[in-house]
């Protein structure tokens, strides 16, 4: 409802729109813009719009907010050109880990997180998920919490034989960084309920050893995966979607040829439509946004063998329709 309020102020104002039609193609993202000023917000510098987020404040957001906008252009500038909308919810574990669970995997595979940011669902074991009925998968005494509905069908949760993580991404997050730890913070939203989650999953992300490589997921990513030996397991949450709709099936031809030489599972959480070879399944009637499609598609010798959906999901892991 924030957020509402504050694009629809921002959809009205010509000078903001000026002011974000003079950024790059790629950067007109409206996520980008709200984490930008979000950001500000974080740093102490926006006490108004920190009170209307934080502290319930009643007051009208959207003229605050483009108050802001114009008032920093200067400052707000540089961060729409440089910076990604970068999430990597750490509630997807709880739908990410019975999809690679549902895998026939051989023992050390790889696997690369594509859009990783910090690498927060890299981090999915040492995670306390509970999906009711007593169906729960982590250390119990994990500051990390995560509540998913299981709204039907009975997922595996077993660990997955996962030998080697690596997180890609075209600008990787540090989180012992105070600069990139609080851009994590500022691209959620603020009245969304998620940021303690958040928080402690950035301060989980500290304490790992995560491996970072960086680079592009079209133009990059096949030298990555030609360096690595044996079997593969790519995973992609709302990655692909942040992609121009043209470069989605390239992806998948880049994975099918890395499979030439050994087994490449792709794991994928995405919007409806993004991954075309998953076949269509109706999305359950659910209370809210409709649900993202988990699938699972396998390459073997050059070309896909399998292409199945596994779920849907909340896009943030609030619940998940199992069907396998």
Known sequence: PLYERI????????DVLDFLLSSPLDKLHPNLLLAAVHDRVLQGLETQLFDIYYKNLSADVGAEFVDCVLRSQDEIAPILATRFVQTNEIGRVSFLTPALASLQLDHDVTLIDVGTSAGLTLARDFCFVDYGDSRTYGPIDSTVRIDCSLLHGVPPLSRAPIARQIGFDRNPIDTRNVDDYRWMQACVWPDTGRTERTNAALELARTLDTQFVRGDAISDLPALLESIDGPLVITTSWALVYLPAD??????????KASQRRPVSWISAEAQGVVATL???PLPEVEGPPGTVLGAVEYRNGAQTDARVLAHVHSHGKWMWWYE
């Open 7 to 14: 694009t629809k102020a921002v959809s009205e104002n010509p």
């Open 247 to 256: 470069q989605w099936s390239v992806f998948g031809e880049i994975l099918a």
């Open 279 to 281: 076949p269509p399944v």
